[in-house]
């Protein structure tokens, strides 16, 4: 069985998470439990240390790394002493180098897949998703971290709180940090603005953890019904133009609450065939988002039940709907979304937000025959009924008045098959006249002399209009699923044209150009502080074409035949011809899909931008990092032998003295080499990298080398042929370079060997080797060549590398050529390939 694990969480050191578990870790013992602490780090503070008395402590185990001794957590004692609760503290911890785990965190699982019941701490500034948000709020990194999810699986989180005032006091009388560094933690992290920002944080943190709590447990128990324990706002959203100002209603509704939850919800049918407006939906969606809200699309053929039933799943307790769009006679038939859910929402409270759209009527819905169909209707019915009379009048001795009424209904059926469902209308009413007039006695007047013939027209009318009325939605429904067919074709026509890797923004236009036979597909786009000025849409200088295909793009949104606005900056302009109304919904879809096409592609084009900025920022690190020590060492070492000059004076003989000023003289002129460096690493104008290449001759660049090496000929032989075409590259650079790679190879190579230097063409390239004659390393997993990690780990104790291999390689591979590594009989050859200054121009 699984151990459970419990953790005290704070906001900031010093807040008493350790005291607080000691404390349960005592009262559990003197409950009879069997505890022990398999780590606690005091701190050195008096009240902590002194809650160990009593307690069984586990021995730390004592590791060694970099001629220093570390204390860590024994593990594997913890589990051969098998206690029922282990007190393990800061979880966030990461292990010396060659502990069984990287993260304290890791054995603490171990400890608990044994059964053990572990009891840690952790700051909230550790949580791997706070992380960024405590740097930019405290300016200080956090480099030990935990993840949430290890936090959010705990059995118990417990929050221990305290004032910022009374933790600054904590601090001021010296129980949390030594006194030297008291001022400069209060001054620092420990400012009340940070402490107070630190908290709030702690405590959201630990109300979510609550919330998922509340929620697993109301679906355990089979909860639905609303529990107010925390204020959650949904709106409603149909898609239509008045989403926004609901939105922005639920937004305020919802701050009134701190930390309040913002959820937006889309209902749609199942059948899909009545849909709302994509363009709509997407701003509305970016707008929930920017509040701080999520949107979610619920399917749905009852809208009232599926709002109210998501409502409730997210444990809402108000819910935001817009007054109805239906016209005051549609609201007799039906009253509406909003009436509808009120009656039964309950618990939760609703409210009707009015809009500009409110009683206006719905949108048109598309006919469902065309205006040449629905006149050839009309007619039909006023030509055809006539005409049908006349036939049935020459038959009036064979046929009943039952039989003339059949006939005149199928006419009415056929008319509304031809023209829909008001040339069926009055095909009915035409022929009730009819039938009255002609065949029902007495005839040839309006007057019916039996009752039951009075029923026969009435029920006639009826069936003629319920007839044409299922005929027209049948033909409306089959119109809908064809052009929802269609439109779906469209689309994943769309969408595989982009996953086929076509360029977003150009595969979206073009497509709508093919798709509908038009023209000239335009993106138009409002320059920045560009005022919104009416009567003026149509000035072209106050927009720019940010994407076309086709012909001359348009320079105004008035210039095309369809203009469809994706919002106030983007409009989609279309020319060649009209579209209808049906398609409204689809252009609607592409038009939002290329304004998100084309925002990605600015985000590309900024990264691609940002790029060599970031790179030239990574290798600057790379720089001061590698030679961060090195400019410490000649300065200390110049800075003894100036001071052994001057405290002994004439006490020392000439030739102590010349050797003191050698010392001096070539630490300096090492010195003199780094800062060299840095400063051809920061030439003005040099590039994102400082590398400017020019032609470069070898036989002039490696004596300069050794010059800034500060050695001779003396375990070093050059051979370069004096035939050698120059290489392009930067000779500053190059030179620092082969100064590190020279350096390495010195090290690596025992006394009594010299390391070589060649240099041969090799087609385009040039290749200037550095041999050694230290031990073979071992290959990459990934090729032939050697890791620069292996050779450097090679000598890691020596600090006196000028530049790391791995930058020596990026700037190399600025100046258009590359390092790298192979074996040898006896040792190790770094190899730099340039490009040739004599064959690259023809290139």
């Known amino acids: 069985m699984r151990g459970t694990l419990r953790i005290y969480l704070g906001a900031a050191p010093g807040v008493g998470k350790t005291y607080a578990m000691l404390g349960e870790g005592r009262r559990r013992r003197d409950r009879g439990t069997d505890v022990v602490v398999g780590y606690v780090d005091g701190h050195g503070r008096p009240r902590t240390l002194e809650m160990l008395d009593g307690l069984e402590v586990v021995p730390s185990k004592t590791m060694t790394y970099r001629d220093a001794t570390f204390t860590e957590m024994d593990t594997d004692a913890v589990l051969a002493r098998a206690p029922r609760v282990a007190i393990v503290d800061e979880l966030a911890h990461t292990n010396i180098p060659g502990s069984q785990h990287e993260k304290r965190w890791e054995d603490v699982e171990d400890l608990l897949d044994a059964g053990i019941d572990v009891i840690s701490t952790v700051n909230i500034q550790h949580l791997e998703s706070l992380n960024d948000v405590v740097e930019q709020i405290t300016g200080v990194p956090q480099r030990e971290t935990v993840p949430d999810e290890v936090v959010r699986r705990a059995d118990q989180v417990e929050l221990v709180d305290m004032a910022p005032e009374a933790l600054r006091r904590r601090m001021a009388h010296g129980n949390i940090y030594p006194p030297e560094k008291v001022g400069a933690a209060l001054g620092n992290y420990f400012r009340v603005g940070n402490l107070t920002a630190l908290r709030e944080l702690a405590m959201l943190w630990l109300a979510d953890k609550v919330d998922d709590q509340l929620d697993r447990y109301r679906a355990d128990h089979h909860i639905t019904g609303t529990w107010e324990a925390r204020e959650r706002v949904v709106v409603g959203l149909t898609g239509g133009p008045e989403g926004e100002t609901l939105i922005r209603r639920a937004a305020r509704i919802a701050d009134r609450s701190k930390g309040a939850d913002l959820f937006a919800v889309h209902i749609t049918r199942s059948d899909g065939l009545a849909g709302a407006s994509p363009a709509h939906l997407a701003r509305q969606r970016a707008l929930v988002e920017s509040l701080g809200g999520t949107f979610h699309h619920v399917v749905g053929d009852d809208v009232p039940n599926a709002l109210l039933e998501f409502a409730r799943g997210v444990n809402a307790t108000q819910l935001v709907l817009g007054a109805s769009r239906r016209g005051r006679i549609a609201q007799i038939f039906s009253r509406g979304v909003g009436v509808d859910v009120t009656a039964v929402s309950g618990s939760i409270d609703v409210h009707m937000v009015t809009h500009e759209a409110t009683n206006q009527g719905r949108y048109a819905r598309l006919s469902a025959l065309s205006r040449r169909r629905r006149a050839a209707g009309f007619v039909i019915a006023l030509v055809g009924m006539p005409l049908l009379s006349i036939v049935l009048a020459n038959l009036r001795g064979q046929l009943s008045l039952p039989s003339d009424i059949l006939i005149f209904l199928f006419g009415v059926v056929g ?175 592409f038009a939002a899909q290329a304004a998100v096409a084309l925002r990605q592609q600015r985000l590309e084009d900024e990264a691609g931008q940002a790029r060599p900025l970031a790179e030239a920022d990574r290798i600057r690190s790379a720089l001061l990092g590698a030679v961060g020590q090195d400019l410490r060492i000649p300065v200390a070492t110049a800075d003894a032998a100036i001071e052994r000059l001057r405290s002994a004076g004439a006490n020392n003989s000439e030739e102590k003295r010349a050797e003191l000023l050698d010392i001096a003289a070539v630490s300096l002129k090492r010195l ?93 390239t040039v290749e200037l080797r550095v041999a050694d004659r230290g031990q073979k390393l071992s290959r990459s997993d990934e090729g032939d060549h050697l890791t620069f990690g292996a050779l450097e780990q090679s000598h890691s104790n020596d600090r006196r590398s000028d530049l790391g291999l791995a930058f020596s390689a990026s700037l190399v591979d600025a100046m258009g050529g590359s390092i790298t590594s192979e074996d040898t009989p006896d040792g190790v050859t770094m190899i730099i390939a340039l490009p040739s200054a004599e064959t690259a121009p023809h290139q």
């Open 415 to 589: 008319v509304a098959l031809a023209g829909g469902l008001w040339p069926a209308l009055v095909a009915a009413l035409l022929g009730s006249a009819l039938l009255n007039f002609y065949f029902t006695p007495p005839e040839y007047t309006f007057t019916i002399a039996e009752s039951q013939n009075v029923l026969a027209l009435l029920v006639f009318v009826l069936i003629a209009i319920a007839v044409s009325t299922v005929v027209d939605l049948a033909a409306r429904r089959t119109r809908e699923a064809a052009q929802a067919s269609a439109n779906a074709a469209v689309l994943a026509n769309l969408s595989s044209s982009v996953l086929r890797g076509e360029k977003a923004l150009a595969a979206i236009l073009e497509r709508l150009r093919e798709t509908y036979a038009l023209d000239t597909v335009t993106l138009l786009e409002r320059p920045p502080d560009t005022p919104l000025t009416p009567g003026r849409q149509r000035d072209p200088q106050r927009w720019r074409v940010a994407a076309a295909v086709g012909g001359e793009p348009c320079g105004s949104p008035d210039d095309g035949d369809i203009a469809v606005a994706i919002d106030d900056d983007l409009t989609l302009v279309l020319c060649g011809r009209t579209l209808p109304a049906a398609d409204r919904q689809v252009l609607e879809a």
């Open 672 to 764: 003199d080499h780094l800062a060299t460096t840095l400063l051809e690493i920061n030439r003005p104008g040099a590039g994102a990298l400082g590398s400017s290449v020019e032609a470069v001759a070898l036989d002039d660049l490696v004596p300069r080398a050794f010059d800034a090496l500060g050695v001779g000929a003396d375990g070093i032989r050059v051979d370069i042929p004096d035939d050698l075409p120059a290489v392009l590259a930067d000779p500053g650079l190059l030179e620092h370079v082969l100064v590190d790679l020279i350096t390495h190879a010195l090290r690596r190579t025992p006394p009594g060997h010299d390391v070589l230097v060649t240099a041969l063409a090799s087609g385009d």
